[in-house]
């Protein structure tokens, strides 16, 4: 049977380095929750608007590797991870570009957004725990609801 996917987008990219094809595919949904629940102090940074470049740079350190060896079909490879680790910074930002490309065609951007109205959605339920803090409009910073007087 044939992978339906397939007519919708490329599941794969080719990269040269070195003189090399390497395949990559996007990252798993898996690993990318997981870098943001490795990163939380940076995402909460981000979505606060107060994003701290030498914390973003630090978080690329780590982060790129990884992200390379998922994307070569070898996630937590500890192996993989040092040897990409040991690639250029181009090298290793061309691989990354095709690997998010892949990974969200679209940009994370709307995955943040649709991450936030779940969030949402979630507090909204808890009920007993605050207001829900609605989603950020589109390009907006997020803003807390006032206090109801009770």
């Known amino acids: 049977m044939a992978n339906p996917f397939l007519d919708i987008a490329p599941l794969t990219r080719t990269v040269q380095v070195r003189g090399k094809a390497v395949t990559v595919h996007g990252a798993s949904l898996a690993f990318v929750v997981g870098r943001i629940m490795a990163e939380t102090d940076l995402v909460k940074a981000g979505l606060a608007g107060a994003l701290d470049p030498v914390a973003l ?71 007993a725990s605050g207001p829900a803090v609605p989603p950020p409009k589109p390009g907006g910073k997020r803003v807390p609801p006032k206090p109801s007087k009770r």
């Open 57 to 127: 740079v630090a978080a690329l350190t780590r982060s790129l590797p990884e992200l390379i060896a998922a994307g070569v079909g070898m996630a937590g490879d500890t192996e993989t991870i040092v040897s990409a680790a040991d690639l250029t910074i181009g090298e290793q930002w061309d691989l990354a570009e095709a690997i998010v490309a892949l990974t969200a065609p679209e940009g994370f951007g709307p995955f943040v957004e649709r991450l936030e109205r779940l969030l949402a959605q979630v507090e909204a339920v808890k009920g």
